[in-house]
């Protein structure tokens, strides 16, 4: 196979987004993404910046254009700014940069947003699900105050690390009622230029007891802020964008609505995830990887493992969120599936 020809799976699906988590750990608990009892991944089996690097440029070679780091909490990740001069140095084959991004819960995003953009990260999504403080502790099962994650939203926006987006991920009598006072807080504060997104609560890996009636339709998130500030829809800007977007009336801004749950968008997916420790997952709701990492330890050139990754996209067939409900009577197989924070949504 060419080092360049665009990658097709069966479904049309092409290339074009790799997720990427530099580690498997995180400061914070959310109630909805890790259980208080979990094992992290020892040093030996993480990726290290190098194959980080060398297995993005492989994807890149293949056509992926935008790449995100997640985790886990990527900004734990020791030397996280180094990759990321090093992932801002990729070009694409026609010779444009990279779309760099990072998914943050903002923990430590006063503290590092300068290094971060001076390294060459150029916006940042940051996790937000209430701003009620106490709600905001519970969620995160730290008690880690919101204030802080405020602190490095206006700090990531005062260095220029935007355009900003904020997810807030919405469990139905947990956070719904914080979902117009959200919509409120960003219309009026940081001049409309960060895009809030409601993401619907997935029901992803095995530990966070996820149950339908905890589900609130985006329709009726769309619905709620509208009776407050009326929204119109905006068409999609780019193919494969999970978020459908809606605009104010007024002319306040925009915000997002993420429906995995109830609107699946398998059809046009052009993404990949890698694991903390190498693992290509197509989908987010895989119960397996392909394990990379054997790739790049074993006696494989650049070329072999483009090829290798190649075979893995073109031979996809997954459609998780389409087929959910058939799916899920599938329980009994014994198969887990990856958590959240390992695979970094
Ligand atoms: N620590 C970073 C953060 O908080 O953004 C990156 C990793 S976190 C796993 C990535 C995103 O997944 C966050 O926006 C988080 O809210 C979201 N997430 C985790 N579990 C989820 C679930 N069950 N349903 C929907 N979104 C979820």
């Avoid at 991944?41 to 997640?70: C, M, N, Q």
């Avoid at 985790?71 to 026609?94: C, Q, S």
């Avoid at 995003?109 to 940042?124: M, S």
């Amino acid at each position: 196979m060419s080092d360049t020809a665009p990658l097709i799976d069966p479904f049309a699906r092409a290339i074009t987004y790799l997720r990427v988590s530099v580690t498997d750990r995180c400061d914070l608990r959310c109630v909805y993404c890790m259980s208080e009892d979990m094992s992290f991944l020892p040093k030996a089996e993480i990726l290290s910046l190098e194959e980080l690097d060398r297995l993005a440029s492989a994807f890149v070679r293949l056509g992926v254009r935008k790449l995100r780091l997640t985790g886990g909490e990527p900004l734990l990740r020791k030397n996280v700014e180094r990759l990321i001069a090093m992932l801002a140095e990729l070009r694409t084959p026609d010779g444009a940069p990279l779309d760099l991004t990072l998914t943050t819960n903002g923990s430590l995003l006063l503290r590092k947003a300068q290094a971060l953009k001076d390294a060459g990260l150029q916006r940042v999504t940051v996790s937000l699900d209430a701003l009620d403080d106490g709600i905001f502790r519970r969620m995160n099962d730290v008690d880690f105050p919101v204030a802080e994650v405020l602190d490095g939203i206006a700090q990531a926006q005062r260095v220029g690390l935007g355009p900003i987006k904020v997810n807030m991920v919405v469990k139905r009598g947990t956070n719904d009622h914080e979902i117009v006072p959200m919509a409120r807080f960003f219309r009026e504060n940081f001049g409309g230029g960060i895009v809030l997104r409601f993401i619907e609560y997935m029901d992803v890996g095995a530990t966070n007891g996820w149950r339908m009636d905890e589900v609130l339709p985006s329709a009726q998130v769309v619905e709620r802020i509208s009776a407050e500030f009326p929204l119109e829809p905006l068409e999609a800007q780019l193919p494969g964008e999970t978020a459908q977007r809606w605009r104010y009336r007024d002319g306040g801004g925009e915000v997002g609505v993420i429906s995995s749950v109830t609107q699946a968008f398998c059809h046009d997916c052009n993404r990949a995830r890698l694991s903390t420790e190498g693992k290509l997952f197509l989908c987010l709701f895989a119960h397996q990887g392909h394990d990379l990492r054997a790739l790049l330890r074993g006696d494989f050139d650049d070329a072999q493992i483009s090829a290798a990754i190649g075979e893995i996209w073109t031979g996809r067939d997954d459609r998780y969120s389409e087929l959910r409900s058939a799916l899920q009577a599938d329980t009994g197989s014994g198969q887990r599936r990856v958590e959240m924070h390992y695979i970094g949504g």
